[in-house]
């Protein structure tokens, strides 16, 4: 089975135009991408250990970047989004910086839960974004 080369996949943000056009943000580092489910308890008083089948489920979506600025569509619009409290479609597109809209293997509408800079003197100033899907995506094929 071949593996998956994490250089070839990077997130992209829709601009909110119609037609949407999606641009890479500028500087990944790493993308971070979890689902999982939470239990539903369904054991009986006279179980003598712990029943449960699958819940609700729930997303996670992160990147790491160094931004690189000016980059107006990309980490300047989620910036605005975070403080606006805007919705953003996101898609992970495999192709590295030339993916197409063919490329997408994940969207999903998204809220900025958490962005704020590293500015530790004597490093290149980074940043950890932490999106907060607001519900299944509609592109998943990812993994």
């Not at 070839?8 to 689902?35: D, H, I, S, T």
């Not at 800079?117 to 999106?131: G, R």
Request: aromatic share 8%; charged share 25%.
């Amino acid at each position: 089975m071949p593996y998956l080369d994490a250089d070839e996949y990077r997130l992209w943000v829709g601009n909110g135009a119609g037609p949407e056009v999606f641009y890479e943000v500028q500087g990944q580092k790493g993308l971070r991408y979890r689902k999982s489910r939470g239990k539903v308890d369904q054991t009986v008083k006279s179980d003598d250990y712990e029943a449960a089948r699958p819940g609700l489920g729930s997303l996670a979506l992160s990147v790491d970047l160094s931004p690189k600025l000016p980059d107006a569509n990309g980490y300047s619009r989620l910036e605005t989004a975070h403080g606006a409290k805007t919705l953003l479609n996101l898609q992970i597109r495999k192709g590295g910086d030339t993916g197409t809209a063919d490329d997408a293997v994940f969207a999903v509408a998204a809220y900025v839960q958490e962005i704020g800079p590293n500015l530790d003197p004597k490093t290149d100033a980074s940043d950890s974004i932490v999106f907060m899907p607001s519900g299944a995506p509609t592109i998943d094929e990812l993994a």
